[in-house]
C-alpha cells in the first residue's frame, strides 16, 4: 500500500485545522484558511507538488484560502474539489475559482499518487458536509465540522440538520474502531481522535435518538 503522509497546520483565529496529504510526490490540502505560507512551507520540504484542494464544506473559515490558491496555481488549474451542495456558497465568487470546482460525491475517490482519498457525503452540519478517507493501517478521516474531538458540529446553521447528523455519526460509527479523526478545529483536550475515542467518550456519539442529539447542549 503506497505511504500516505499527514501534516496538520493550526492556523486563524477560529483555531481551524488545515491539513496536507502527501503520497509519493503529490499533495492534497483540506479546507485551506488564508495563510497558505504553513503547509506551502511543507509542501516544498517534502519536493511535492500540489494535486489539488478539498474542501470538506463552504463555511468562510474553511475556504479563505481557495481564492489565493486559484490564483498562484492558476497555470496548474487545480481542481477545488467540493460537494454540489455546498458549492451554492461560491455562486458569488470569481469566475476563475468557479471554473475550478470539481463537484464530488459519496463514494467517489480522488487520485492521490499512488494512493486516493475517499469522499464520505456526511450532512448535518452542512448540506454537503463531506469526511475524507485515507485508508490504511490505521485509516484516517478528515472530518471537517462533522466531528471534532469530543463533539460534533453544530445542526442550526443555514442547511444544518440533526436528524442528518444523528445518521452521519451511526455511518461513522461502523468504520474501524482505529480510525484517526483528524478533525475541522482544535476545539478538544487533544488534536485527534479515534472513532473508539469518540464511541466511548462523546456525548453525541453515543446517543440512541434524533432526540437525544437535539437535547445535548
Same mark, same amino acid.
Given at each position: 500500500?503506497?505511504?500516505?503522509?499527514?501534516?496538520?497546520?493550526?492556523?486563524?483565529?477560529?483555531?481551524?485545522?488545515?491539513?496536507?496529504?502527501?503520497?509519493?510526490?503529490?499533495?492534497?490540502?483540506?479546507?485551506?484558511?488564508?495563510?497558505?505560507?504553513?503547509?506551502?512551507?511543507?509542501?516544498?520540504?517534502?519536493?511535492?507538488?500540489?494535486?489539488?484542494?478539498?474542501?470538506?464544506?463552504?463555511?468562510?473559515?474553511?475556504?479563505?484560502?481557495?481564492?489565493?490558491?486559484?490564483?498562484?496555481?492558476?497555470?496548474?488549474?487545480?481542481?477545488?474539489?467540493?460537494?454540489?451542495?455546498?458549492?451554492?456558497?461560491?455562486?458569488?465568487?470569481?469566475?476563475?475559482?468557479?471554473? $475550478? *470546482?470539481?463537484?464530488? #460525491?459519496?463514494?467517489?475517490?480522488?487520485?492521490? &499518487?499512488?494512493?486516493?482519498? @475517499?469522499?464520505?457525503? +456526511?450532512?448535518?452540519?452542512?448540506?454537503?458536509?463531506?469526511?475524507?478517507?485515507?485508508?490504511?493501517?490505521?485509516? $484516517? *478521516?478528515?472530518?471537517? #465540522?462533522?466531528?471534532?474531538?469530543?463533539?460534533? &458540529?453544530?445542526?442550526?446553521? @443555514?442547511?444544518?440538520? +440533526?436528524?442528518?447528523?444523528?445518521?452521519?455519526?451511526?455511518?461513522?460509527?461502523?468504520?474501524?474502531?482505529?480510525?484517526?479523526?483528524?478533525?475541522?478545529?482544535?476545539?478538544?483536550?487533544?488534536?485527534?481522535?479515534?472513532?473508539?475515542? @469518540?464511541?466511548?467518550?462523546?456525548?453525541?456519539?453515543?446517543?440512541?435518538?434524533?432526540?437525544?442529539?437535539?437535547?445535548?447542549?
Amino acid at each position: 500500500m503506497p505511504t500516505v503522509q499527514v501534516d496538520q497546520f493550526l492556523i486563524g483565529d477560529h483555531r481551524n485545522f488545515i491539513y496536507l496529504i502527501t503520497s509519493g510526490k503529490e499533495s492534497l490540502v483540506v479546507d485551506p484558511q488564508s495563510d497558505l505560507e504553513p503547509w506551502q512551507a511543507r509542501a516544498k520540504e517534502l519536493g511535492s507538488r500540489l494535486a489539488g484542494v478539498l474542501l470538506t464544506h463552504t463555511h468562510w473559515d474553511h475556504v479563505a484560502g481557495v481564492p489565493a490558491i486559484v490564483d498562484q496555481y492558476a497555470a496548474e488549474k487545480l481542481p477545488i474539489y467540493v460537494n454540489k451542495l455546498d458549492a451554492r456558497r461560491f455562486d458569488s465568487a470569481a469566475r476563475d475559482v468557479r471554473d $475550478r *470546482l470539481v463537484f464530488v #460525491d459519496d463514494g467517489q475517490r480522488i487520485p492521490l &499518487g499512488g494512493a486516493h482519498v @475517499e469522499v464520505l457525503h +456526511t450532512p448535518g452540519h452542512s448540506a454537503g458536509e463531506c469526511c475524507f478517507l485515507v485508508a490504511g493501517s490505521p485509516p $484516517r *478521516l478528515f472530518t471537517g #465540522d462533522t466531528v471534532f474531538v469530543g463533539d460534533v &458540529g453544530r445542526t442550526d446553521l @443555514e442547511s444544518g440538520s +440533526t436528524a442528518e447528523m444523528f445518521d452521519t455519526i451511526q455511518r461513522l460509527k461502523k468504520l474501524p474502531a482505529d480510525t484517526i479523526i483528524y478533525p475541522g478545529h482544535d476545539y478538544g483536550r487533544t488534536p485527534t481522535s479515534t472513532i473508539a475515542r @469518540e464511541s466511548a467518550g462523546s456525548a453525541a456519539f453515543r446517543c440512541a435518538t434524533v432526540k437525544e442529539l437535539d437535547a445535548l447542549p
